[in-house]
């Protein structure tokens, strides 16, 4: 089993910027991608971006030139600077694993970006 530990969510004002980070224990070894979606009222969960074992990122065009994502040297740990940010950013993030063939799902943190 993964356990994954999300922080860094927040009220920002438009143009802010904010840092999530997403810290994964327990069964680490093995796990071949960590990213982030994020989920608005009414609206299905998205990919944010993600970044697989070889370091290959995957960010859709919303978000590029805005968010970076990144990881720490062990790869158990994964950020995403968010710059820029607009009201339409306004959600729950969530931190994804992916390890064998199975998703692990961070307990969310709220991005609001206030107009």
């Known amino acids: 089993q993964v356990q994954l530990a999300e922080s860094g969510g927040g009220l920002v004002q438009t143009g802010g910027s904010l840092r999530l980070s997403c810290a994964a224990s327990g069964s680490t070894s093995g796990i071949n991608g960590m990213g982030w979606y994020r989920q608005a009222p009414g609206h299905q969960r998205e990919l944010v971006a993600f970044?697989?074992?070889?370091?290959?990122?995957n960010l859709p065009e919303f978000v590029k030139g805005r968010f970076t994502i990144s990881r720490d040297n062990a790869k158990t740990t994964v950020y995403l600077q968010m710059n820029n940010l607009k009201p339409e950013d306004t959600a729950v993030y969530y931190c994804n694993v992916q390890r064998w063939g199975e998703e692990y799902w961070g307990q969310g943190t709220q991005v609001t970006v206030s107009s």
């Open positions: 970044m697989d074992r070889i370091g290959t990122t």
